[in-house]
Nanobody, 115 residues
Framework: QVQLVESGGGLVQAGGSLRLSCAAS????????MGWYRQAPGKQREFVAI???????NYDDSVKGRFTISRDNAKNTVSLQMNSLKPEDSGVYYC?????????WGQGTQVTVSS
């Protein structure tokens, strides 16, 4: 099992920045990929960004150039630096890891961007 604890959400004005963090524990040593998803009210959960154990990253087109994902393999943490935030970035952000052949999810952290 892998347990995930997220932090860093909040309320910010459009154009502002937030940094999300996620710490993994348990069978964290077997983590392959770490990423972030988000879900806006009334919408499905959608992919935001992912980083592989070797550091390769991938982003949804909507956040490219504004968000940066990074991970610390020694600490089993993943972060998401979000800059130039837009109201459409609002939602609950979920940390996701792939480990021991399974997906694990955090409890979610709210991000609200006001216009």
């Amino acid at each position: 099992q892998v347990q995930l604890v997220e932090s860093g959400g909040g309320l910010v004005q459009a154009g502002g920045s937030l940094r999300l963090s996620c710490a993994a524990s348990g069978s964290a040593g077997s983590i392959a990929a770490m990423g972030w998803y988000r879900q806006a009210p009334g919408k499905q959960r959608e992919f935001v960004a992912i980083v592989a154990r070797g550091g390769t990253t991938n982003y949804d087109d909507s956040v490219k150039g504004r968000f940066t994902i990074s991970r610390d393999n020694a600490k089993n943490t993943v972060s998401l630096q979000m800059n130039s935030l837009k109201p459409e970035d609002s939602g609950v952000y979920y940390c996701n890891v792939i480990a021991i052949g399974r997906d694990f999810w955090g409890q979610g952290t709210q991000v609200t961007v006001s216009s």
